[in-house]
């Protein structure tokens, strides 16, 4: 696959605030491709210079081999798609999705054949003559793309496109989009703050915090190996323990005794407060005296009533159960180890009526491989809202826990009116 876009360097001020701060990335031909975020890293920005209506302070965009930088949004072969719709409110749906080509004046005969494509694509060919106020939210948001698709943009951007629908709506339109998607080949670039959506419709993702991307990569390479403690705490549940990097271990022999054996530097053994020490597998070649985050993800973690068996790289802890919730194919644990309440998630892969399930204030063991578990460095204190910390009781509030401040949409969208229809 070729490269239809890149941002070379792009950063991007206001007043003192680093919206984009030198990000360089470049999405491939035909890709479904998420920048992801909390809210106020930069996304949007990033999607407005690419539009053309952000002129970056540095760097350039290259679209279909061709720089952009300084071209108007009218000149770039993009289109836009936002949570709002913006549909002409006294056009018929045919309308709507025809204004493209008819500001472009193509001939009837085309546009017609066009429009009923895209139609045929929402399939909403019966409903063409309505007008958007008798439409719902979730119909609205597949005219709106029709709209968009029927100029052919090089890049389809999508502003988080589904956050004013409701859950299942938004489950739906998860699956519509990845539709529309491999139908017209088109490259998708989608701006959300929403793991779960970029997951499960991405080819790749690129993280952003702070106006930089943290991590690029498939859905399951950001989750699988997280690169920093903000991807693994943005990016699905993770538990970390603080701790100490306290240098090799020894290789485990198969005749134990006590005869000194080679050290395996693959693995590290790690000092974490007042629990027993832990293992981990050392890829980044992490020294001796280092401090750092071990992060183990709730679903690595088995946890049992019984010791588990002794093997090579297992770790191994016992604590008390605080909480238990049942979510139907799985439990999540709460259990107090230490100073830690570690997360665990339990697969229903039995019959559980058939099981005497663990239960509050049981003694537990929580046993781990080595290898499912990162060595990453601490993260910064700005980020910690992220990892979210479960009450400690009933009632308590998040109401002292900070909230980025995000640009009002108005503020956003400006100018956007003018975007929707051209191409
Ligand atoms: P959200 O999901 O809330 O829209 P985002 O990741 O898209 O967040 P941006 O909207 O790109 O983030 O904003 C990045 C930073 O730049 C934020 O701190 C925001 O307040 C700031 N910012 C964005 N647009 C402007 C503007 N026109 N004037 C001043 N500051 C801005």
Redesign the pocket.
């Known amino acids: 696959m070729s490269e239809i876009l890149e941002f070379v360097d792009v950063s991007k001020h206001?007043g003192a605030?680093k919206?984009v701060d030198h990000v360089s990335l470049s999405v491939k031909q035909g890709e479904f491709f998420s920048l992801l975020?909390p809210?106020?890293?930069?996304?949007?920005?990033l999607l407005r210079i690419l539009a053309g209506f952000e002129q970056p302070d540095t760097g350039r965009v290259i679209l279909g081999g061709q720089d952009v930088t300084d071209l108007p949004p009218y000149e770039r072969k993009v289109n836009t798609i936002f949570q709002s719709y913006a549909l002409f409110p006294h056009l018929s749906l045919w309308e709507n999705i025809a204004f493209g080509l008819k500001v472009a004046k193509r001939p009837k005969k085309e546009i017609k054949e066009e429009v009923d494509k895209m139609l045929a694509l929402i399939q909403m060919e019966d409903q063409a003559w309505k007008k958007p106020d008798q439409i719902s939210g979730g119909q609205k948001q597949r005219v709106a793309i029709a709209r968009a698709l029927i100029n052919k943009p090089r890049v389809l951007l999508l502003d988080?496109p589904l956050a004013a629908l409701d859950l299942k709506l938004r489950q739906r339109m998860l699956i519509e989009l990845d539709l529309f998607h491999d139908e017209v080949g088109i490259t998708f670039l989608y701006?959300t703050?929403d793991q779960g959506e970029a997951m499960s419709l991405s080819d790749r993702i690129a993280v952003m915090s702070h106006g930089s991307i943290e991590q690029l990569g498939t859905p399951a390479e950001i989750y699988e190996a997280p690169r920093t403690s903000f991807v693994a705490a943005f990016i699905g549940d993770t538990n970390f323990f603080d701790g100490i990097v306290a240098g090799p271990l020894q290789k485990h022999s198969p005749f134990g005794g006590t005869r000194p054996v080679p050290v395996d530097k693959e693995y590290s053994r790690l000092i974490i407060g007042d629990l027993p020490d832990l293992e981990c597998y050392n890829d980044k070649q992490i020294k001796e005296g280092e401090r750092i985050f071990l992060s183990v993800r709730p679903e690595k973690l088995r946890i049992s009533r019984e010791p588990p068996k002794t093997a090579p790289h297992l770790n191994v802890i016992e604590g008390t159960v605080e909480d238990v919730i049942y979510l139907g194919a799985q439990t999540k644990y709460w259990v107090k180890v230490g100073a830690y309440r570690i997360s665990v998630i339990q697969q229903h892969s039995r019959f559980l009526l058939d099981e005497i399930p663990i239960k509050w204030q049981e003694h537990v063991w929580l046993s781990w491989h080595a290898d499912d578990g990162f060595m990453l460095e601490k993260y910064d204190e700005q980020d910690e809202n992220l990892i979210l910390t479960p009450p400690e009781e009933v009632g308590e509030t998040m109401e002292d826990v900070p909230i980025a401040?995000?640009?009002s949409e108005e503020?956003?969208r400006g100018d956007s009116a003018a975007e929707v229809p051209v191409s």
């Open positions: 206001y605030i919206a975020g809210s106020g890293c930069g996304k949007t920005t988080e701006v703050h401040v995000a640009a503020e956003y």
